[in-house]
């Protein structure tokens, strides 16, 4: 993807961890599209590909990794974000839209890392001009170290069930009105929030635990730790998270 990430302007991003411990990191792959094996408490890069859903498919059939050259998101209206999480930690990655709206590129995104072990998530659907997404879930699944699925995990709207400032998209997604965003007319900081999980084991077939512990916890508890995120993605929304 040397080609992609030369052209793609890569968004403002953040990562935030629950910190478990102090182990050291092992992984020194830093580039998105490359293989590699991890094991827990190592750097882990992967990407967030954004740019309309047909994007993502060759000849409008299957979908491809945004690392194929086959897809030419290079030379399509699309952006590039690139994290760096420590695995089996429970992160928050957030992307400030301040200055990137993602309907202006598509409104789609996609997950992916790797190459001859390439994977990526479904396309998930961000914003249009009408309705924005602002808070997601994001399993990284792997086995012996492996890389093998990356997916979006959604909780069928309770989030924010009987919340007015709301709408449901899909039976799946929370949507607030994209006119209410900051720099569209409205007030709300509609950054984008994605929760990071693990699954599955590493390389030395220790288990992944980060996903099961998201599982058992409501996800407002998770927001609340980040004190200084607190005011941008919890509070305008009556803290529903």
Request: glycine share 8%; hydrophobic share 35%; charged share 15%.
């Amino acid at each position: 993807m040397a080609a992609v990430m030369a052209v793609l302007v890569v968004v403002v991003v953040m990562v935030m961890t629950l910190s478990a411990d102090g182990a050291s990191n092992t992984n020194r792959v830093y580039h998105p599209c490359s293989d590699t094996k991890i094991q827990r408490s190592d750097g882990f890069t992967f990407g967030i590909a954004f740019a309309s859903r047909t994007s993502f498919f060759f000849n409008q059939s299957h979908q491809l990794s945004p690392c194929d050259r086959r897809l030419s998101l290079s030379s399509s209206n699309s952006q590039l974000a690139l994290f760096r999480p420590k695995v089996d930690e429970i992160s928050l990655l957030t992307i400030n839209t301040s200055s990137f709206s993602p309907d202006s590129y598509g409104g789609y995104m996609v997950a992916f890392a790797g190459r001859k072990y390439a994977a990526r998530s479904p396309p998930a659907f961000v914003a249009n001009s009408t309705y924005t997404v602002t808070s997601f879930t994001l399993v990284l699944e792997f086995q012996k170290g492996r890389l093998q699925n990356l997916y979006w995990k959604r909780d069928g709207c309770a989030a924010c069930s009987g919340n007015s400032s709301f709408v449901c998209l899909n039976n799946q997604d929370c949507g607030i009105k994209t006119s209410s965003c900051k720099g569209r007319g409205g007030s709300v900081d509609c950054s984008l929030g994605i929760q990071l999980a693990f699954s599955g084991t590493d390389k030395h077939y220790g288990v992944l635990n980060s996903w099961y512990e998201v599982e058992n916890l409501r996800q407002y508890s998770l927001y609340g730790v980040y004190s200084n995120l607190r005011d941008s993605l919890t509070s305008q929304y009556n803290k529903f998270f």
